[in-house]
């Protein structure tokens, strides 16, 4: 069982920055693998990023590539996302999500969720 909760989400200026972290606990953090997903108002929830156990096999959404960078701090059993030159179109609910068994960019793959945190970027 792995408890998850986001945080760092708010309201910024388009071009602007923002972190996001996600403290994992009730299991190893470094024997899951995580991602980050989102889901505008709308539309499906989609892969955002993930990194592996020893931050191994990293994967972006080519729409976030050279903007965001997805890390983790096992010793703080924290993952982040550190999103650069947010655009209007990255405004969504984001959400951590943690997997026991491989890695995916597929979000029913995942194990455990967080609960969100809201992201808007203003024009």
């Known amino acids: 069982q792995v408890q998850l909760v986001e945080s760092g989400g708010g309201l910024v200026q388009a071009g602007g920055s923002l972190t996001l972290s996600c403290a994992a606990s009730?299991?190893?953090?470094?024997?899951?693998?995580m991602g980050w997903f989102r889901q505008a108002p709308g539309k499906e929830r989609e892969f955002v990023a993930s990194?592996?156990?020893?931050?191994?096999?990293?994967y972006y959404a080519d729409f976030v590539k050279g903007r965001f960078t997805i890390s983790r701090d096992n010793a703080k059993n924290t993952v982040y996302l550190q999103m650069n030159s947010l655009k209007p179109e990255d405004t969504a609910v984001y959400y951590c999500?943690?997997?026991?068994?491989?890695?995916?960019?597929?979000?029913?793959?995942?194990?455990?969720w967080g609960q969100g945190t809201q992201v808007t970027v203003s024009s």
């Open positions: 990194i592996g156990r020893s931050s191994n096999n990293i």
């Open positions: 999500a943690a997997k026991r068994i491989g890695y995916s960019i597929m979000s029913r793959e995942y194990d455990y």
């Open positions: 009730g299991r190893n953090f470094i024997s899951i693998y």
